[in-house]
Nanobody
Framework: QVQLVESGGGLVQAGASLRLSCAVS????????MGWFRQAPGKEREFVAA????????YYADSVKGRFTVSRDNAKNTVYLQMHSLKPEDTAVYYC?????????????????WGQGTQVTVSS
């Protein structure tokens, strides 16, 4: 089992920045790709960003490309999502997710482990 705990959410004004963190613990004998998803009220959970287990490749949703950066520090077992130029439409609960390195895909169903989520609210 893998446990994921997100932190760093909050209420900010449009144009501000936030950095989310995801602490990873539990089974570490398998390398994991790490991802960030978000879910706004009344909407489906959507892919935001992901980083391969090696950190060599990153992927982003078109809506956040150029504004968000995903990174990982494997020594600290932590994944980050740096968010700049936040917009009201970025308001959502943000979830950290993990999948074994042998898997891939942006569909939430392809991710095995999830955190409890952290709320990000962007006011206009």
């Amino acid at each position: 089992q893998v446990q994921l705990v997100e932190s760093g959410g909050g209420l900010v004004q449009a144009g501000a920045s936030l950095r989310l963190s995801c602490a990873v613990s539990g089974r570490t004998d398998t390398a994991y790709n790490m991802g960030w998803f978000r879910q706004a009220p009344g909407k489906e959970r959507e892919f935001v960003a992901a980083i391969r287990w090696s950190g060599g490749s990153t992927y982003y949703a078109d809506s956040v490309k150029g504004r968000f950066t995903v990174s990982r520090d494997n020594a600290k077992n932590t994944v980050y999502l740096q968010m700049h130029s936040l917009k009201p439409e970025d308001t959502a609960v943000y979830y950290c997710a993990a999948q074994p390195w042998t898997k891939s895909g942006r569909n939430p169903g392809s991710w095995d482990y999830w955190g409890q989520g952290t709320q990000v609210t962007v006011s206009s």
